[in-house]
């Protein structure tokens, strides 16, 4: 009897094994899993679109170094270099559009530059650097308020301000040169500050 037991206690796992389908492993749904050597390894290469991505297609995949906008048209792809590329173009315009008169004006009895006139001071010290060949005339002004000696020595340091800032944006001061005339040419006549607001400037000449 004991031997009897014995026997089945081994024989019916072997038998549940059997039944089972052998070696196969078995998955909690009742589904057969595939052994590791029928496995192939497959590779899809994931497209960056906002909205819905294309067939075939699992995942999304975020371009780095590129800040992506708050809305595509649906479908429509976005590569590494579209953005920057179009980040340039508008920078680009945008400079065109912004036009730099060649003067700088001065409040009354002053030779420091605004924020908007070194501006102006940059872009043509820009043209400068970038054509070696060119150099430039600065011509210092003032209204008729003053004396004549007075005059030309603030259109002087007008004209020399003028200068420094160019130097600092990297234009060689060999290529430029100083002029004062100081109230002797004025750009419109009048004795009010209309026409003086005009007088007190410095022209910037490329030759």
């Not at 976005?78 to 036009?99: H, I, N, R, V």
């Not at 259109?155 to 430029?176: L, S, T």
Request: overall charge negative; glycine content about 8%; proline content about 6%.
């Amino acid at each position: 009897m004991k031997k009897f037991w014995i026997r089945a206690l081994i024989f019916t796992p072997i038998l549940g094994l059997t039944a089972c389908g052998g070696g196969q492993n078995i998955k909690p749904d009742g589904g057969q899993e595939e052994t590791p050597t029928a496995v192939q390894e497959t590779k899809k290469t994931p497209v960056w679109h906002y909205g819905k991505p294309d067939e075939g297609n699992e995942s999304k995949v975020k371009v780095v170094g590129v800040q992506t906008p708050e809305r595509l048209p649906e479908g429509q792809a976005l590569g590494s270099e579209e953005l920057p590329a179009e980040e340039s173009k508008k920078s680009a315009q945008a400079d065109t559009a912004m036009t730099f008169e060649p003067v700088i004006y001065f409040d009354y009895d002053n030779d420091t530059l605004s924020e908007d006139a070194v501006k102006t001071v940059q872009h043509y010290a820009r043209m400068l650097v970038d054509d070696p060949m060119k150099r430039v005339r600065l011509l210092g002004h003032t209204d008729e308020r003053g004396t004549p000696d007075y005059n030309l020595a603030l259109g002087e340091r007008r004209a020399k301000a003028v200068e420094q800032v160019m130097v600092v944006f990297g234009v060689n001061p060999d290529r430029i040169e100083v002029n004062s005339y100081g109230e002797e040419k004025p750009a419109v006549e009048g004795h009010n500050e209309a026409a003086w607001a005009k007088n007190r400037r410095v022209e910037i000449v490329i030759y």
